[in-house]
């Protein structure tokens, strides 16, 4: 069975840094990308990029370049998003999704960022 | 960037009604349209794939129409497990598979 398990909710303080991650099991963690998919408290999905586990390509929405970076552990068949200094407006929920050459087909559970002082 | 809009942004309609979803992208994108399906706190689910191709186990009332620049998605025979936000996306550009802004989908 395909699942995708995101480590737990965080609440930070604004200038914290913060590394979230996306742990893969039931496939071949090196044959699909993983994306990383935003949802703002009561808004909508903003697809922020995709990384290559097989060989760690990485792009990047233009919205999210240089705001985050995504990263891969093969070895542990698990992915990361993180942050270097995270902002207020960094507060919510983050998906990874599984990229089935043509669509998002597993997502995982979510991870709830709250950024507050 | 390709640009993704959705309409109606909300829509109430009766159990066992039609329902058509549209949406549009900025700039031709052949086929490469998904829909979504997400309820409250939770994760989206792959309806759609290609425009038009549903994806295994998701029930035969859902589905979706169109290319280029032009989509459609439609329940025919509304269900109250439908109750949801669905949302367009399109790959046909990366680096960025952008989301349509949604349209919430509830019972009147």
């Known amino acids: 069975e395909v699942q995708l398990v995101q480590s737990g909710a965080e609440v930070k303080k604004p200038g914290e840094s913060l590394k979230i991650s996306c742990k893969g099991s039931?496939?071949?963690?090196?044959?699909?990308?993983i994306g990383w998919v935003r949802q703002m408290p009561g808004k909508g999905l903003e697809w922020m990029g995709i990384?290559?586990?097989?060989?760690?390509?990485?792009r990047y929405s233009p919205s999210f370049q240089g705001q985050v970076t995504i990263s891969a552990d093969k070895s542990i068949s698990t992915a990361y998003l993180q942050w270097s200094s995270l902002k207020a407006s960094d507060t919510a929920m983050y998906y990874c999704?599984?990229?089935?050459?043509?669509?998002?087909?597993?997502w995982g559970q979510g991870t709830l960022v709250t950024v507050s002082s | 960037d390709i640009q993704m809009t959705q309409s109606p942004s909300s829509l109430s309609a009766s159990v066992g009604d039609r329902v058509t979803i549209t949406c549009q992208a900025s700039?031709?994108?052949?086929?490469?349209l998904n829909w979504y399906q997400q309820k409250p706190g939770k994760a989206p689910k792959l309806l759609i794939y290609d425009a038009s191709n549903l994806e295994t186990g998701v029930p035969s009332r859902f589905s979706g129409s169109g290319s280029g620049t032009d989509f459609t998605f439609t329940i025919s025979s509304l269900q109250p497990e439908d109750i949801a936000t669905y949302y367009c996306q399109q790959y046909d550009n990366l680096p960025s598979f952008t989301f349509g802004p949604g349209t919430k989908v509830d019972i009147k």
């Open positions: 700039q031709d994108i052949s086929n490469y």
């Open positions: 990384i290559y586990p097989g060989d760690s390509d990485t």
């Open positions: 039931g496939y071949s963690f090196t044959s699909y990308w």
């Open positions: 999704a599984r990229w089935r050459l043509k669509a998002h087909d597993y």
